[in-house]
């Protein structure tokens, strides 16, 4: 599964931003996906998560009450839409996805997209 990321930017303090990430030429029916972001000198981490029916999902507490993960209905994409952004979210945002069966709870995924560079400016 090769995913494509995009929908980073530049944003100030308390905007939003949306990001999308796609699988070529397939569907994401079968998987469950992630978003992770890392800033440099620092590990990756958890942001977001859903199942592959979109009737689950979980976030960091970081993110919890500003950040939404979707899919849409053709399981084709993958959205996060990330609202009062603050300049701790700045980092470089990535998607990821696993298969179904695999464990929702933990962090280990298979396959992993190209970063997104956002950036909160205050």
């Known amino acids: 599964v090769q995913l494509q990321a995009s929908g980073g930017g530049l944003v100030q303090d308390g905007g939003s931003l949306r990001l999308s990430c796609a699988a070529n030429?397939?569907?994401?029916?079968?998987?469950?996906m992630g978003w992770f972001r890392q800033t440099p000198g620092k590990e990756r981490e958890f942001v977001a998560a859903i199942n592959w029916s979109g009737s689950s999902t979980r976030y960091a507490d970081s993110v919890k009450g500003r950040f939404t993960i979707s899919r849409d209905k053709g399981w084709n994409t993958v959205f996060l839409q990330m609202n009062s952004l603050k300049p701790e979210d700045t980092a470089v945002y990535y998607c990821?996805?696993?298969?179904?069966?695999?464990?929702?709870?933990?962090?280990?995924?298979?396959?992993w997209g190209q970063g997104t560079q956002v950036t909160v400016s205050s």
């Open positions: 030429g397939r569907t994401f029916k079968r998987y469950t």
């Open positions: 990821a996805a696993k298969d179904y069966y695999r464990d929702f709870g933990n962090y280990d995924y298979d396959y």
